[in-house]
């Protein structure tokens, strides 16, 4: 399901198999279990790189697993598990002490697009893979802190309608285009990770403090923190 | 330490001497007391432009003198933080447009002083904008970030302001859409191209209490965080 490595300073954490790795509970669960894992192990110049193999990044939450309860309601109360136990991810991604960067091996779908804009960083492929917001094309509305977190992340009018109101496959150079993405010129998954690598590498050479870094993130997201329930303020120790 | 002139319409404010132009408490004092003093003269037409002398435009909040108080130097940090939000809520405040001319490099609170302005014009050859939070372990102060957001519009953008430690140089800085210009070879040229948009600008003669509300009108959150209004009462010219 996920794995998370650790290579010097780099947690890598990978959504395995050849799958969709839509989020189902479980995954979910167990995503969440692995970054607390990674926060509590992490040290000054410590990075995080998301990942995962084959066709798909994520093409969010398993909403065959909701049909199968079936019942509407019962399909409706599954969806609003999978929406609200995902908000503890998206909070966990933006109080993690290091820097975070997606590595978009292949497609990236509604809650699989919001994981990845989670990170600091994005990189996607220049030949395969989309970004797509599908709940307009499916009839789904959003929940308040995937907006928020588009809204927070993506400056535009015009690059928030493709995103979230266009139902448009954008392809990588487009993501970059509308500064979605920070750079979408590899030609294959290898490509992708080790850009990540090489970034990540470059900023672990910082040795920033991770308390730090991850209140000045959270400090550029005001509103979004406050919809996730995360405390932006925090004490440190300067070295002046 | 700071000087203002007035050349016709135009508010010239210059942080003086060859140094690096940190902000100590005095010096935010000085800077506070000017930009009243242009606030209580300006009159139709009137347009701010600021600049430094040297290699700096301003290097930040005086860190040394934060250090020499030993025990008591966050305390004095937290002293200069909470001083310099006057200033900022004064140059959002003030009543004309205003352009920064950037000298030379502004970094952590000398940039935030510079974004403060409507206009940033900076060299093409030297000079960096510099957010040293992240690299020093400094927290970024609220109004800060909120300055950030409020002017920089790209998420990326903002990230590569507040999170990367980067040291941005002009082209970059404009592609970014941080500054408005970095097309200058000289400390004369941003401040003779600044004096020329200060100048067209002056021309329009606008109401400077209605350019200010409309200024404030844009930037509702950061207003609420450094105390300002954003009340729109003026008299139209319809």
């Not at chain 1, 669960?29 to 994520?58: C, D, H, M, P, V």
């Not at chain 1, 309601?73 to 991604?93: C, D, I, W, Y």
């Not at chain 1, 590899?186 to 990770?193: F, I």
Request: some cysteine; aromatic content about 6%.
């Amino acid at each position: 399901m996920c794995t998370l490595e650790k290579r010097g300073d780099l947690f890598l954490l990978t959504l395995t198999g050849d799958g969709e790795h839509r989020f189902h509970p479980d995954t979910i669960a167990t995503i969440l279990s692995l970054l607390e894992q990674a926060k509590s192990q992490s040290t000054r110049g410590s990075i995080l790189i998301t990942t995962a193999s084959g066709k798909f990044f994520s093409n969010g939450f398993d909403l065959a697993w909701a049909q199968t309860a079936g019942s509407k309601t019962g399909a409706a109360n599954r969806l609003h598990q999978m929406v609200e136990s995902f908000k503890p991810v998206v909070a966990a991604l933006l109080d993690l002490p290091m820097p975070t960067i997606a590595a978009l091996n292949g497609h990236a779908a509604a809650a699989g697009l919001i994981l990845a804009l989670s990170h600091d960083y994005v990189f996607m492929r220049k030949d395969r893979g989309v970004l797509y917001m599908s709940e307009v094309d499916i009839g789904l509305s959003m929940p308040d802190y995937f907006s928020a977190l588009v809204r927070a992340k993506i400056g535009t009018s015009a690059a928030r309608r493709e995103l979230l109101l266009s139902g448009k496959k954008i392809r990588g150079e487009e993501a970059v285009g509308l500064a979605i993405v920070d750079s979408a010129a590899y030609d294959s998954e290898e490509g992708v990770v080790e850009a990540s690598v090489r970034l990540g590498e470059k900023l672990a050479a910082k040795k920033w403090s991770g308390e730090v870094y991850a209140s000045i993130r959270k400090s550029l997201y005001p509103e979004l923190c406050g919809i996730l329930g995360l405390e932006t303020r925090v004490f440190a120790t300067p070295k002046l | 330490m700071c000087t203002l002139e007035k050349r016709g319409d135009l508010f010239l404010l210059t942080l003086t001497g060859e140094d690096e132009h940190r902000f100590h408490p005095d010096t935010i004092a000085s800077v506070l007391s000017l930009l009243e003093q242009a606030k209580s003269q300006s009159t139709k037409g009137s347009v701010l432009i600021t600049t430094g002398h040297g290699k700096f435009f301003s290097n930040g909040f005086d860190l040394a003198w934060a250090q020499s108080a030993g025990h008591g130097a966050i305390e004095r940090m937290h002293q200069m933080v909470k001083s310099f939000k006057p200033v900022l809520a004064a140059l959002l405040d003030l009543p004309m447009p205003t352009i920064a001319a950037l000298n030379g490099h502004a970094a952590a609170s000398g940039l935030m002083f510079a974004l403060s302005h409507d206009y940033v014009f900076m060299r093409k050859d030297r000079g960096v904008l510099y957010m040293s939070e992240v690299d020093i372990g400094l927290p970024v102060p609220d109004y800060f970030s909120a300055l950030v957001v409020a002017k920089v519009g790209s998420g990326i953008a903002r990230r590569e302001l507040l999170l990367s430690g980067k040291k941005l140089k002009g082209e970059e800085a404009v592609a970014l859409g941080i500054v408005d210009s970095a097309a200058h070879d000289s400390a004369e040229g941003v401040v003779e191209a600044t004096v020329s948009l200060g100048e067209s600008l002056a021309a329009k003669k606008w109401n400077g209490e209605v350019y200010a509300s409309i200024r404030k009108s844009l930037y509702p959150e950061l207003c609420r965080m450094v105390n300002l209004t954003a009340n729109n009462l003026a008299t139209h010219n319809l």
